[in-house]
């Protein structure tokens, strides 16, 4: 119980006690006496009781309050602990937010972690091209010795060296051509007339299929039926060789060199055709990858392809294969910038042989030129021979 509470109730006691047990109205006994009012004295000493109660109760509260008291005491406690509860709710904040700053570093991490493992992490397509960029470059190399073994049979054959036959005269140059056509491509009207004997390539040597086809010749038959069609578009028929006294008298040496002339114009042309010929000639493995594309773009799969069948696949597999596309869409932007990266050498590559063919586009322009010059050159009237000794 408070203490205002005890001392209501003690004073309100009080006042009740002098009610009920104070002495009446005092009655005189002599006259002269005295009379003692028992009323005043009860009620002065209830007051007097009342005050040194709430003195004392006054005086326990001043103690209680002081700066020693236990009220003081118990204030500061508590003060004290709700100062430890603060403090220990603002530790408590702080380890919460550094539990939670370190998991979302480790969060972070691990995304970065992740994103730097997709950046570098080598998707198929890439081993794709490093296939075919492979194929590619060797098959480049292979066409050129190719080309360069059809081109140095073709010279000495255009040449009319010794062995060939046109060496022993034109009219030995047409029966050799006219006996390996009937040979190789004898056709029904020909075996109708009893020259030989009906072929599977019939009339072979003289389509332009032969030449342009899917992109890989046929094995050897396919890549002989093109040489031989490059043969009779440019140079079916070899002029006789110039021997003896033809190269010796002075007419002779002019014949040398137009003959000359006739040759290097021959295998010029003959070395445009050729590296035709030879970028179709199958000359190196085609990989699983690249079989099953030729499959999905309609063509017979072959298991040796030509350069220009790789570099025709490598093209046709980004412009048109389900797969990479498919790919493509899952791609990082890493993956993506390589994959742009590798079109871009592709796109170089092509410039470069784009480039190597106008080269020879215009070395054919220029013999055209010449070729139409030297013609058109004729002198007005024929001067007469100068008398040297006079100069």
């Given at each position: 119980?408070n203490?205002?509470?005890?001392?209501?109730?003690?004073t309100?006691g009080?006042?009740l006690?002098?009610?009920v047990?104070?002495?009446?109205?005092a009655l005189s006994q002599a006259?002269g006496?005295p009379?003692t009012d028992?009323?005043?004295?009860?009620?002065?000493?209830?007051m007097?009781?009342?005050?040194?109660?709430?003195?004392?109760?006054l005086?326990?509260?001043t103690?209680?309050l002081g700066?020693?008291g236990p009220?003081?005491?118990?204030?500061?406690?508590?003060?004290?602990?709700?100062?430890?509860y603060s403090?220990a709710?603002?530790?408590?904040q702080q380890?919460?937010?550094?539990?939670?700053?370190l998991s979302?570093?480790?969060?972070q991490?691990?995304f970065?972690?992740?994103a730097i493992?997709?950046?570098?992490?080598v998707?198929?397509?890439?081993?794709?091209?490093?296939?075919?960029?492979t194929?590619?470059?060797?098959?480049?190399?292979?066409?050129?010795?190719?080309a360069?073994s059809?081109?140095?049979v073709?010279?000495?054959?255009g040449?009319?060296l010794?062995?060939?036959?046109a060496?022993y005269g034109?009219?030995?140059?047409?029966?050799?051509?006219n006996?390996?056509?009937l040979a190789r491509y004898?056709s029904?009207?020909?075996a109708?007339a009893?020259?030989c004997?009906t072929?599977?390539r019939?009339n072979?040597?003289?389509r332009?299929s032969?030449?342009?086809g899917?992109g890989?010749?046929d094995?050897?038959?396919?890549?002989?039926?093109?040489n031989d069609?490059?043969?009779?578009?440019?140079q079916p028929?070899?002029?006789?060789?110039?021997?003896g006294?033809?190269?010796t008298s002075?007419?002779?040496?002019?014949a040398?060199?137009?003959?000359?002339e006739?040759?290097?114009?021959?295998?010029?042309?003959?070395s445009?055709l050729?590296?035709a010929?030879a970028?179709q000639?199958p000359?190196?493995?085609?990989n699983?990858?690249q079989?099953q594309?030729?499959?999905?773009?309609g063509?017979?799969p072959?298991a040796t392809?030509?350069w220009?069948?790789?570099l025709?696949?490598?093209?046709h597999?980004?412009?048109?294969?389900v797969?990479w596309?498919?790919?493509?869409q899952?791609?990082?932007p890493?993956?993506?910038?390589?994959?742009?990266?590798n079109?871009?050498a592709?796109?170089?590559?092509?410039?470069?042989?784009?480039?190597r063919?106008?080269?020879k586009?215009?070395a054919?322009?220029?013999?055209?030129l010449a070729?139409?010059?030297?013609?058109?050159f004729?002198?007005?009237?024929?001067?007469?021979?100068?008398?040297?000794?006079n100069q």
């Amino acid at each position: 119980m408070n203490r205002a509470s005890l001392l209501t109730s003690t004073t309100l006691g009080a006042l009740l006690g002098a009610a009920v047990f104070g002495a009446g109205p005092a009655l005189s006994q002599a006259a002269g006496m005295p009379v003692t009012d028992y009323l005043s004295i009860a009620i002065s000493q209830t007051m007097q009781a009342i005050q040194n109660t709430m003195s004392n109760t006054l005086t326990a509260i001043t103690g209680q309050l002081g700066a020693n008291g236990p009220l003081a005491l118990l204030l500061t406690q508590g003060f004290t602990q709700n100062a430890n509860y603060s403090k220990a709710q603002v530790s408590a904040q702080q380890q919460i937010a550094d539990a939670t700053n370190l998991s979302m570093t480790r969060v972070q991490r691990d995304f970065r972690n992740a994103a730097i493992r997709d950046e570098h992490v080598v998707n198929s397509q890439h081993c794709a091209h490093i296939d075919n960029g492979t194929t590619i470059t060797v098959g480049a190399g292979q066409s050129w010795k190719v080309a360069t073994s059809i081109q140095g049979v073709g010279d000495q054959r255009g040449e009319a060296l010794q062995g060939q036959p046109a060496y022993y005269g034109s009219s030995q140059a047409i029966e050799a051509i006219n006996q390996l056509h009937l040979a190789r491509y004898c056709s029904a009207d020909e075996a109708a007339a009893g020259l030989c004997s009906t072929s599977q390539r019939p009339n072979a040597d003289q389509r332009a299929s032969s030449l342009f086809g899917t992109g890989t010749y046929d094995g050897q038959d396919g890549v002989n039926a093109a040489n031989d069609y490059v043969t009779n578009l440019s140079q079916p028929i070899v002029p006789a060789a110039l021997r003896g006294n033809q190269m010796t008298s002075l007419i002779g040496r002019e014949a040398s060199v137009r003959r000359r002339e006739y040759e290097a114009r021959m295998s010029l042309a003959r070395s445009v055709l050729n590296d035709a010929l030879a970028s179709q000639s199958p000359s190196v493995p085609l990989n699983a990858e690249q079989q099953q594309q030729m499959q999905n773009e309609g063509l017979t799969p072959v298991a040796t392809g030509s350069w220009f069948q790789a570099l025709q696949l490598d093209v046709h597999r980004r412009y048109s294969d389900v797969n990479w596309s498919a790919q493509l869409q899952t791609m990082t932007p890493a993956a993506v910038q390589r994959e742009i990266a590798n079109e871009l050498a592709v796109t170089n590559y092509l410039l470069l042989e784009n480039y190597r063919v106008a080269i020879k586009n215009a070395a054919v322009n220029a013999t055209h030129l010449a070729a139409d010059t030297d013609h058109n050159f004729q002198p007005v009237v024929e001067l007469p021979t100068p008398n040297m000794a006079n100069q």
